[in-house]
């Protein structure tokens, strides 16, 4: 029997149910632009966060460069960020009309490398974009004392960082905004595109509001050059109820990715685990010399995997003249060639795992 990298029927099947009652009441309702589902998912995300705005956007990548915009930097500005991400948080710094600088992960954590960051720092820069990559927090400290001694802002991309904590702390409460995605396959997915902001700063939520929706806070007045990037109401709905199962979800997923630290042979590089974070596992990844060799042969015996990613921003076509293909990230590399991610999603078993790691062990 195939193990699938994800299964999103499966992974939404306990929650069909409930998406369907709420449905039928939002098609009955009749309202389904910005109604009460958009404005109450964003309180209650707000609140899990403890955060005082929510914002919701289209997707994750608007969630990022309507971000940027809010924080209105000068043309050409350059943002830092790390040059192992996907692509999407170099693309937002782009469009937001400014450059990005890339800055080198660190090879046991995969996140921005807190002491290579000062480097990278000229008198253009004016933000550091961290992501939490695979769902583990960046090392937030070292970032936050450089934040603060060059006067940057700091914007979070949570898209893989749903519920990940460091020392306590939820992702996305530690900037200026604190960026979402809740792309079908995220740890907290919608049923179709979605996003969101969450930030404590109100003139920041403000603008979000207003851009998302053509730059008009009355109808058919528009202050602002804005954008259509509404959070979809029916997306609101469905988010609302799996908000109350995100719990459940980390757990799940922290669940299997233990199975994978506690009988994985050590052959295979593991993620680290440290006591001051609370990783949620949006990915497991694990690295291997013969990468493709061992995904080939986890596919030969029906176990379906993932490289995230195998192209790295610096070598992407669209980011040809843009990024320097000769410059070098040795460490990025590295992690690029050598990455791979095994099932474990919120739609695995213990069982499922546990064959993984059985099959896995006798590479
Ligand atoms: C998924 C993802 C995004 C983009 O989210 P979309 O909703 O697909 O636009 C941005 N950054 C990271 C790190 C992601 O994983």
Known sequence: MMIPYEDLARLN????????????????????????????????????????????????LDALILSLKALAFPPGS??????????ATILAILH????????????????IDPAKIEEAITIKTKAIMVV?????????????AIQKKYSLALI??????HDAKYKGKLAGTFGDAGCFSFYPTKNLGALGDAGAVICANPDIAAYLKKT???????????????????????????????????GAITAHKRKLASLYHQYLKDDFIKPVVG???????????????KRDELKAYLLKNEIVTEIHYPVAPHHQK??????????????????????????????????????????????
């Open 132 to 144: 939490h990559l695979y769902g583990k927090c960046c090392d937030m400290d070292p970032i936050i």
């Open 96 to 111: 937001a009309g400014h450059t990005p600088v890339l800055v080198e992960p660190n090879i046991s954590t995969y996140n």
């Open 78 to 87: 350059e943002v830092i960020v790390p040059s192992n991400t996907y692509i």
């Open 156 to 161: 979070e991309d949570c898209a893989q960082a």
């Open 212 to 246: 998302r929706n053509y730059g008009s806070e009355v109808k058919y007045h528009n202050d602002i050059v804005g954008y259509n990037s509404r959070l979809d109401e029916v997306q609101a709905a469905f988010l609302r109820i799996k908000l109350g199962h995100l």
């Open 13 to 60: 099947e306990p929650f069909n149910e409930a998406f369907e009652i709420k449905f039928k009441e939002v098609v009955k309702k009749g309202w389904l632009i910005l109604g009460q589902e958009v404005k109450d998912f964003e309180a209650e995300f707000a609140a899990f966060h403890l955060e005082e705005y929510c914002v919701g956007v289209a997707n994750g």
């Open 275 to 289: 006591s001051e974070y609370f990783d949620v596992y949006h990915i497991y990844n694990i690295r291997h010399k």
């Open 318 to 363: 669209a980011l040809q003249g843009i990024l320097d293909p000769a410059s070098r990230f040795p460490v990025s590399q590295e992690i690029h060639d050598t990455t791979l991610s095994i099932p474990c999603s919120f739609c695995h078993t213990e069982d499922e795992i546990l064959h993984v790691i059985e099959v896995l062990n006798k590479f």
